[in-house]
């Protein structure tokens, strides 16, 4: 029997998901990205192997629960490859109540009108940018010979236009690839202006002989995004640094680098950081905001 739905999982940033894989016998992806955690394979334009929307439908019916707080749609490879997604979303949303949807796309297709089209029904969509040029997109994404980086991001922002739900932008950070040019990541995301900003590394053994950033690394990249930009680290592993004491005044400035994320409060505070900074929030020269299921402090907007 086909594995099309796994879990439920409960993630960090998206609370208890209940997944469906829109290719659960084999990979099927335009990308052969050097941090796969499946194993290397060639590339395709589109699915050979496709499962009937009934078929989906049915299985997901028999394991959704009123406790599930995302149906995550994703895919052995490339889900907006699933050539009747748009008419999957649209069953999806006859059965699951008050769940929300959400989709993990390498947004290789949200050029393609019809894509974007589909996607603009669902209530998350996390897009992948691993790359912001042509370069990289070759070296680490590996894509499919037709897929341009400039198509993507120009996509990314037709899609923003008519999107008005959570957007969200990941880019996994792999060790002397992508980890440099920050600031042109920065300007397309000012832009773009997502919902929030996930970063990340390399977390299970990848497909090739490719290294991960460190929490520290990328805690320093975070810095260096523009500070109007949410921004989380995803990636929890290889910590090792140990929680610091900061002063009121250090909270201050370290808050106006960037937005910290409660798990971020968590690895860099120690128990005397933390309460200054429940002081800070209690006289309001702090707040909390959360953005889709993190929770984020920053510095008060002046009045």
């Known amino acids: 029997m086909k594995n099309i739905i ?8 998206f609370g208890i998901s209940l997944g469906i894989d829109l290719s659960p016998n084999k990979k099927q992806c335009n990308f052969d990205c050097l941090y796969c955690e499946l194993d290397a394979n060639r590339v395709v334009k589109s699915f050979d192997e496709v499962l009937e929307v009934g078929e989906i439908i049915e299985a997901l019916q028999a394991r959704l629960s009123d406790n599930i707080d995302f149906i995550t ?20 949303d006859k059965i699951k109540g008050d769940t929300k949807t959400l989709i993990l796309s390498n ?8 894509v974007a089209k589909a996607l603009s029904k669902i209530d998350v969509v996390k897009l992948s940018l691993d790359c912001i040029d042509s370069r990289c997109l070759k070296k680490l994404d590996r ?13 990314m922002l037709n899609f923003a236009q008519i999107y008005k739900k959570d957007l969200i932008i990941e880019i996994l950070f792999v060790k002397t690839i992508n980890d ?8 397309f995301l000012l832009e773009l202006n997502p919902k929030r900003v996930d970063i990340g590394t390399i977390d299970r053994p990848p497909a090739y002989d490719v290294k991960p950033l460190s929490y520290e690394e990328l805690l320093e990249l975070s810095h260096k995004f523009d500070v109007n930009l949410p921004i989380y680290i995803s990636s929890r592993k290889n910590i090792s640094s140990k ?15 960037r937005p910290l994320s409660d798990d971020d409060i968590d690895i860099l505070f120690d128990n ?32």
């Open 272 to 303: 005397n950081s933390q309460k200054r900074l429940k002081k800070l929030l209690k006289e309001q020269k702090i707040e909390k905001i959360k953005l889709n299921c993190i929770f984020f402090y920053k510095l008060a907007k002046k009045t």
């Open 243 to 257: 929680p610091t004491n900061y002063t009121i005044d250090e909270i201050l400035a370290t808050l106006a680098k």
């Open 73 to 92: 749609i994703t895919a052995n490879g490339e889900p907006t490859l699933y050539p009747y997604l748009d008419t999957l979303i649209d069953e999806i």
């Open 143 to 155: 894509a499919e010979n037709s897929i341009d980086v400039e198509d993507i991001k120009q996509g």
């Open 107 to 114: 947004a290789s297709k949200i050029s393609d009108i019809n």
């Open 180 to 187: 440099k040019d920050i600031d042109k990541y920065s300007e």
């Open 6 to 13: 796994f879990g439920p999982i409960n993630s960090r940033r």
